[in-house]
């Protein structure tokens, strides 16, 4: 049985996966352009340590802390259409940040580029179940999954090399391919797709029987597992947000080639890949508690290690591979977990996870790199890895519901 939206596509189901697919792809590809391009601008505009921190909170605000309510607002409205301009636009404003006249209108374009970053994830995934078949739906989601973690992970290496072959000016060339996606969306016939139970929720208000669907906000935060399990993956988003933005400017430091940074952060962050795909699985057959908690307390070791010795050469590429697989390989089982703990709210669930801890980690590296002013930025990514043995302690603490059946 085809998804509800099949016969509005004028491509075939492939198709279709393979396009939404590649909006996250986009998505994530765009959104991680800000820690290549930090050392660049820092200079241009004459910004501190703390102001850089700041920007990356107000990014990853905008990218990850709204995913939530904007898929409140996709999974009750028929918001196809949004994909046609958002992808284009989340191109357009990151590749405009290298003309960015002063730091106003940096932060300015970030955050709007943020916004479309917080559209695209949400509508891809409600729009997926309508495009193929249900019986492969797992399978269209984990293609979905992975061609974002993959289009995050190479942009260091994409985005210096396009930078150092040609120029920062010349960086709104790489928007492109977002306008191309954006046109395929169109004369795909994606955009006509309704977000996921739109209709439903429309027919429900119609006849009086939308109570049962509402979200509870209150419900959610007076849910102590839910809370603690935020606060725990909130206090992991922080070590790694830290990293995964501040690395470069801390491998320029030690004499490392742009390119090189570049490289050893795509590293890090094809471990996180390798960590988010096969964390899930682990968790199923080990426990999902029991995989957080000891991915939490192995993580810090390779990572300290890491700025410990940073020139250590291949022991520096595994030490990285290894933090970046530890830390974000905790995703997948805590998505399933809060699911448990609200099951009437899986939606929300899986952008808490997905979107709302790396917001709130955010803030942590923003506090990092104010301690770099003062400190030294190492050792404020030194102290960074704290929050790491923290939250391997509340997960410790956290109640795992019992799974029945």
Known sequence: MKGNGAN???????????????????????????????????????MSLTMCGVLVMVLAFMASTIQPFVGYVVDRHDCGSWLVWAVPLCGLFICLAGYAPNQPVLFLLCALMGLMVAI???????????????????RYMSFYIVSGNVGFAIVPVVVTAFIEYFSLELLPLLAIP???????????GIYCLPSANAKKSRLARENGQDRGQNISFREIVSNRAVVMLNAAQALRCWTHVAVST??????????????MAGSLLAVFLLGSAAGGISGGELGDRFGHKRLIVTYLAVSALPILFFFEYPDAGIWTMLALFLGGACSHGTQPSSIVWTGRLMPKYIGVASGMMMGLCFGLGSVGAAITAALGDYVGLENAMLLSVLPMAVAAIITALTPYPKVEG
């Open 8 to 46: 509005m596509l004028k491509c075939g189901t492939k198709a279709g996966i393979f396009y939404l697919s590649m909006g996250h792809f986009a998505a994530d590809f765009y959104n991680n352009f800000l820690p290549v391009l930090l050392p660049l601008i820092m200079v241009k505009l004459d």
């Open 120 to 138: 695209i994830h949400p509508l891809g995934i409600a729009l997926l179940d309508k495009v193929g078949t249900a019986k492969y739906l797992g």
């Open 178 to 188: 977002g306008f191309l996606l954006g046109a395929a969306y169109y004369f795909s």
């Open 246 to 259: 501040f690395l470069p400017l801390v491998l320029l430091s030690h004499g490392y080639s742009s390119m």
